[in-house]
């Protein structure tokens, strides 16, 4: 049982914002670190973003100054401000705890279904 719910997807074009979501369950969001994360079309998945549960906060450096991750203990969610979007940033975007990145993290192989984040030039 792993929930997960990503939302705020869409199509932008190049330089715009997209705000995206993630509602958790409580007990997998609330003492961990938690990540967003991409997949590109015939691409592996890399990790974007990722936000402890102390707020400490780090970047791959291709987003690294566009995006923003950030989150709500309260409400069990956490978010991607994505600014400055550019057509390389097309993927499937999903969260998760950021263990899941240790592909023998039992949450490696628990995932939501993502929402599709598209950039046109």
């Known amino acids: 049982q792993v929930q997960l719910v990503e939302s705020g997807g869409g199509l932008v074009q190049a330089g715009g914002s997209l705000r995206l979501s993630c509602a958790a369950s409580?007990?997998?969001?609330?003492?961990?670190?938690m990540a967003w994360y991409r997949q590109a079309p015939g691409k592996q998945r890399e990790l974007v973003a990722t936000?402890?549960?102390?707020?400490?906060?780090g970047y791959a450096d291709s987003v690294k100054g566009r995006f923003t991750i950030s989150r709500d203990n309260a409400k069990n969610t956490v978010v991607l401000q994505m600014n400055s979007l550019k057509p390389e940033d097309t993927a499937v975007y999903y969260c998760?705890?950021?263990?899941?990145?240790?592909?023998?993290?039992?949450?490696?192989?628990?995932w939501g279904q993502g929402t599709q984040v598209t950039v046109s030039s």
């Open positions: 936000i402890t549960s102390r707020e400490n906060t």
């Open positions: 998760n705890l950021a263990a899941a990145a240790d592909s023998g993290s039992y949450y490696a192989n628990h």
């Open positions: 409580g007990s997998i969001f609330r003492l961990n670190a």
